[in-house]
């Protein structure tokens, strides 16, 4: 019934033709009586196979387009056809420094810890090997310059055991995010260093701060959540791809969630706090506190910034890295969680 071209399926109508086109010989409404893999009992039937054929195509990206004899001299009879000229690309030619400069970029993003494309780069490079200008010893190379030879060009890709760990991990998670798998992962949380069993929906993946996040909707904190791929533990990714066990909310964006400002992650119940931001410390004020966040200013310079937090350790690293510049004017739990926490660095270093 068909052809098979570089992994796909070439139906038979779309075969011979002139060298200008490969066309078909018939109306689109004659295609089942003239060729035997659209010759069906039921007329529709052999239609319906003839589009998937050409739905087929077109995803592939062949430039497929319907003529008559009006439209195309060349044409005898209404059909399809698949111009050539459009259909084989130019071949490309890359002088030394530009295979250099592909070279060092594949480099880079194939030493990236965490990545999963290694085989892909690794492939890319040495199609770019072909390009190069055989060596000054070769057999039929050029004569070069002997003051200055041609060096080889040496690429070192380190790939650490965690990055190992991450790819895989990265892997898994990128096919449970296309076929809507949930996945289930022990997860180490970073306030209390505890595992804990997660269920998630992976939306999608991010790439922020120098870590690969998982964004995706937690089903213990019954909301949206990012998830630090270095801290999973141990991750499984439901049965059976063909079967999606969740829908991606409609709009939502997994970039817009990932650059979120920390103060508006939700990791514990949310509170209200009140923060003064003393002069000292002015910057902090502009920064994103939240839709509900609203601000006062204080009688001795600066602001009082009231917000709903649920992100305390955040509020905590913040306060303590400020120096007295910022100031936690309420809950009095949060104000008690900077006091223990400057304790027992005061204790560490003592």
């Given at each position: ?116 494309y290694a085989e892909v780069v690794d492939l890319a490079l040495k199609k770019l090997a072909f390009d190069a ?218």
């Amino acid at each position: 019934m068909a052809k098979s071209w570089a992994g796909a399926t070439i139906p038979e109508w779309i075969h011979g033709g002139s060298s200008r086109t490969l066309r078909s010989v018939s109306t689109r409404r004659a295609k089942p009586a003239q060729f035997r893999a659209y010759r069906t009992e039921n007329e529709e039937a052999g239609l319906r196979a003839f589009e998937r054929d050409k739905a087929d195509l077109l995803e592939l990206g062949v430039p497929l387009r319907y003529v008559t004899p009006d439209d195309d001299d060349a044409v005898d009879e209404a059909g399809y056809v698949v111009d050539l000229r459009r259909y084989r690309l130019p071949e490309v030619h890359l002088t030394p420094e530009e295979v250099a400069a592909l070279v060092l970029a594949g480099s880079v993003a194939r030493a990236a810890s965490g990545t999963t494309y290694a085989e892909v780069v690794d492939l890319a490079l040495k199609k770019l090997a072909f390009d190069a200008p055989p060596a000054p010893d070769t057999p039929g190379a050029p004569v070069g310059d002997a003051a200055h030879p041609r060096e080889p060009v040496l690429v070192h890709f380190p790939r650490t055991a965690e990055g190992e760990q991450i790819s895989e991990r990265l892997a898994d998670i990128e096919h449970a995010i296309r076929n809507r798998k949930r996945i289930t992962m022990d997860y180490t949380t970073s306030s209390t260093g505890e595992v804990n069993k997660r269920e998630i929906d992976p939306y999608g993946l991010v790439f922020r701060q120098r870590a690969w996040l998982l964004v995706g909707f937690d089903h213990l904190r019954e909301n949206v959540r990012s998830f630090r791929l270095d801290r999973i533990v141990q991750l499984t990714v439901a049965p059976k791809p063909k079967s999606p066990d969740f829908e991606r909310p409609t709009g939502f964006d997994v970039r817009a969630y990932a650059s979120r400002s920390p103060w508006t992650f939700e990791v514990e119940a949310p509170v209200t706090v009140e923060l003064d931001v003393l002069p000292g410390a002015a910057a902090v004020a502009d920064e994103d506190f939240g839709p509900g966040a609203s601000k006062t200013p204080l009688p001795e310079g600066g602001v009082r910034v009231s917000f709903t937090c649920a992100n305390p350790d955040f509020v905590v690293g913040k306060v303590l890295e400020h120096k007295g510049a910022l100031v936690v004017h309420a809950p009095a739990s949060l104000r008690a969680r900077v006091r223990a926490e400057a304790a027992a660095i005061r204790a560490r270093y003592a």
